[in-house]
């Protein structure tokens, strides 16, 4: 069940609220929750999105309103859930899947779990080189590169963050934008 307390300051749980209440929501300077179609609506058609998946159901509607806006092959798919990505692997051998991982165990599954589902991306957390060590870390995500896969880490908020992937994946998730920006230079 995923709340929106973190970038709201409500509480709701997104699977058992009303559109309406979610919509009510002020993200703050005036922004709202936009519904998926809103954000294709709004959006050029040449500007690639990726869907995060957060709950196994909503995977199939996801991808089938994707495919409605003819907007597949700009659209990664990412999800915590290896099944979410599993009902639109099957329901398309050409999907863009990623793999966000939010733990050891997923970690570790992630190199099979990217042949099984001939993923495109994986996406570890920069807190993983605390867990495991520095030098584990890097040889990790060097290894996810080996496999032709495209790497967004996340959530990089720290000079020392920074530097320690920057040279390695192809994408930093990041907090602080103007922060990271500034470290680029």
Same mark, same amino acid.
Do not use: C
């Given at each position: 069940?995923?709340?929106?307390?973190?970038?709201?300051?409500?509480?709701?749980?997104?699977?058992?609220?009303? &559109?309406?209440?979610?919509?009510?929501?002020?993200?703050?300077?005036?922004?709202? %929750?936009?519904?998926?179609?809103?954000?294709?609506?709004?959006?050029?058609?040449?500007?690639?999105?990726?869907?995060?998946?957060?709950?196994?159901?909503?995977?199939?509607?996801?991808? +089938?309103?994707?495919?409605? !806006?003819?907007?597949?092959?700009? &659209?990664?798919?990412?999800?915590?859930?290896?099944?979410?990505?599993?009902?639109?692997?099957?329901?398309?051998?050409?999907?863009?899947?990623?793999?966000?991982?939010?733990?050891?165990?997923?970690?570790?599954?992630?190199?099979?779990?990217?042949?099984?589902?001939?993923?495109?991306? %994986?996406?570890?957390?920069?807190?993983?080189?605390?867990?495991?060590?520095? +030098?584990?870390?890097?040889?990790?995500?060097?290894? $996810?590169?080996?496999?032709?896969? !495209?790497?967004?880490?996340?959530?990089?908020?720290?000079?020392?963050?920074?530097?320690?992937?920057?040279?390695?994946?192809?994408?930093?998730?990041?907090?602080? $934008?103007? !922060? %990271?920006?500034?470290?680029?230079?």
């Amino acid at each position: 069940m995923i709340p929106t307390e973190r970038v709201a300051g409500k509480k709701l749980v997104v699977k058992v609220s009303s &559109t309406a209440g979610l919509k009510s929501l002020d993200l703050g300077l005036a922004q709202r %929750i936009p519904l998926l179609e809103e954000v294709l609506k709004a959006l050029p058609p040449s500007i690639p999105l990726f869907v995060e998946i957060k709950d196994v159901e909503a995977s199939i509607p996801a991808y +089938e309103l994707i495919e409605r !806006y003819n907007r597949l092959d700009n &659209t990664m798919f990412i999800s915590f859930h290896p099944e979410a990505l599993e009902k639109i692997r099957m329901k398309s051998s050409e999907a863009k899947l990623g793999f966000i991982i939010g733990s050891l165990e997923a970690a570790e599954r992630a190199p099979e779990l990217a042949m099984k589902l001939k993923l495109q991306a %994986i996406a570890p957390p920069v807190q993983g080189a605390k867990y495991i060590g520095k +030098e584990k870390f890097v040889e990790y995500l060097k290894r $996810i590169k080996e496999m032709g896969l !495209y790497t967004a880490v996340w959530v990089v908020n720290t000079e020392e963050e920074y530097k320690l992937v920057k040279d390695i994946v192809d994408a930093i998730i990041t907090d602080n $934008i103007k !922060y %990271i920006k500034k470290l680029r230079r």
